[in-house]
């Protein structure tokens, strides 16, 4: 299993994808898909850019990976994302079957864990909480300035 040092290297990276979501007005997620310890693919939401409600940070890092590898499926990697996964990217990551998801901050309203742990592969292990206050400042921060028109 990886080292804590090792996840807040990575978490620092989706941190980096999400900052970008940010600057371009997108809600700041954003995720990277690590690989022997080495990023094989990087995500950050574009759903505005892009006007498709399936492109989350999530989806983006997991199809850059996929094509990365030359394969549907993601065994032995791990996607680490600022905020916790929705419903429909935790049906992409149980597909994708992906060792490990490492989340930074919950996700109240719309997280996976509200729905149902069993959305992810029944092997994949869950780790929260990496990162989480930096993670959860940045959502906070577009919110509010979202609020008072700046975003």
Known sequence: MLSIQTDDHFM?????????AFEEG????GAVVVSDYQVIGKGYNQVERLQDPTAHAEMLAITAACTYLGSKY?????LYVTIEPCGMCAG?????????????????????????????????LITTG??????????????????RGKN
């Open 12 to 20: 620092r990276q989706a941190l980096m994808q999400a900052e970008r």
């Open 26 to 29: 997108e809600v700041p997620i």
């Open 74 to 78: 993601l065994q032995g990697c791990s």
């Open 92 to 124: 992409a990551l149980k597909w994708a079957q992906l060792d490990r998801v490492i989340f930074g901050a919950h996700e109240p309203k719309t997280g996976f864990t509200q729905l149902s742990r069993g959305l992810l592969h029944r092997k994949t």
């Open 130 to 147: 990496i990162m989480g206050q930096e993670c959860r400042e940045l959502m906070q921060r577009f919110f509010r300035e979202k609020r």
